[in-house]
């Protein structure tokens, strides 16, 4: 899997849109994107994924660039719930050689805190 | 519908020991993975079981072991018991072919003294 890169922290304010960048130039091209947050002491939750085009659901959207070397996750309008560890992970599909079966590849993520 | 379970939440073991952890997976998830995760070394995955047969496994000793019965729930087993084997364990589940949908349990927090 492609190895990513997100920033350590990040702020926003309650109301505003929170936008978490993430750097993957290796990806391939079978490669998706997704996107999990770890509130603390809970296990880690989905929140999106997407292959080339921009995803949204009713958690965030997210926005790939063209060269798909890079993406950012939007949450449009941020609560304190949302503070957490975000993580940024590059998967191919489940059947690419049986190697990303249940394998999810976790960086550091960022912590993104959200200020009343 | 339930989410995934893990049995128990805390736990703490002497160094040399074994454990036995416990996952039920969300009903109908016939996939079931395990983490590691410590302040140290972050997420990291041990071992993915399908329909009772291991399919991937991380990067781990033989003392880190795993098992799926028929009803999809899942046990991991760590032998002889290392103080660094403190951490949150995680278990996810995930319907067959679903890659996006892993949903995670609370963890098991063991403590090896």
């Known amino acids: 899997d492609a190895k990513t890169t997100q920033p350590t922290s990040m702020d926003c304010a309650e109301g505003r849109a929170a936008n978490l960048p993430c750097n993957h130039s290796?990806?391939?091209?079978?490669?998706?994107v997704y996107w999990y947050r770890q509130i603390h002491s809970q296990g880690p939750q989905y929140i999106i994924h997407g292959l080339k085009n921009n995803e949204t659901n009713e958690m965030a959207s997210l926005i790939i660039t063209e060269d798909r070397k890079s993406s950012t996750l939007i949450l449009p309008h941020a609560t304190l719930r949302d503070t957490a560890v975000y993580y940024c992970?590059?998967?191919?599909?489940?059947?690419?050689?049986?190697?990303?079966?249940?394998?999810?590849?976790f960086g550091q993520g960022t912590i993104l805190t959200v200020h009343p | 519908k339930a989410g995934v379970t893990q049995t128990p939440r805390y736990l703490i073991k002497t160094r040399g020991q074994q454990v036995t952890l416990s996952c039920s997976p969300i009903s109908g998830h016939r996939s079931v993975s395990w983490y590691q995760q410590t302040p140290g070394q972050g997420l990291q995955f041990l071992f993915e079981?399908?329909?009772?047969?291991?399919?991937n496994k991380g990067n781990f000793p033989g003392r880190f072991s795993g098992r799926q019965f028929s009803n999809s729930r899942s046990e991991m087993n760590v032998s002889t018991l290392e103080l660094g084997d403190s951490a949150l364990y995680l278990c996810a589940s995930s319907l067959i072919g679903d890659f996006y949908g892993y949903t995670f349990g609370s963890g098991t927090r063991l403590t090896v003294v």
């Open positions: 290796t990806i391939s091209g079978n490669e998706y």
């Open positions: 992970i590059v998967r191919a599909s489940q059947g690419a050689g049986g190697t990303s079966y249940g394998k999810l590849t």
């Open positions: 079981y399908f329909s009772e047969t291991q399919r």
